[in-house]
């Protein structure tokens, strides 16, 4: 994988971060997967609700899945906000990096309505 060709951008008025490939020299800007997110205020803290982890296909099997959520977890710390794992992959990505452990709160009925009610939103 060359280096920088792979970068993830957040997407706030989407909801998403997204995963694109600027190709060998740069020059590119395909999306080649994103993260869906809502944020959840609990208690005057923020808690960011990874939903959805998606790569097209044809980037299948290069880890960029891993790319992309590492990216987006990372931000979401940067930014304060611990993580709630509701997608499958974040769920299944994160006990495998215990270095994320102290920032991830488990899903809650709360994390679960926001999301429903982001999708009828959306």
């Not at 490939?21 to 208690?43: C, F, I, N, T």
């Amino acid at each position: 994988m060359t280096q920088n060709r792979y970068t993830v951008e957040d997407r706030p008025e989407e909801f998403r971060y997204v995963l694109l490939d600027r190709g060998e020299d740069g020059s590119l800007a395909v999306e080649a997967g994103e993260e869906w997110y809502v944020d959840v205020d609990v208690d005057g803290a923020i808690q960011r609700v990874l939903v959805h982890t998606g790569v097209s296909e044809e980037y299948g099997g290069q880890g960029l899945a891993s790319v992309l959520v590492r990216a987006a977890v990372d931000d979401a710390i940067a930014r304060g906000a611990a993580v709630v794992p509701v997608c499958e992959y974040v769920a299944a990505w994160l006990p495998k990096h215990p270095e994320y452990a102290e920032h991830v709160v488990q899903p809650t009925r709360q994390h679960r309505a926001a999301v429903r009610a982001q999708q009828r939103d959306s």
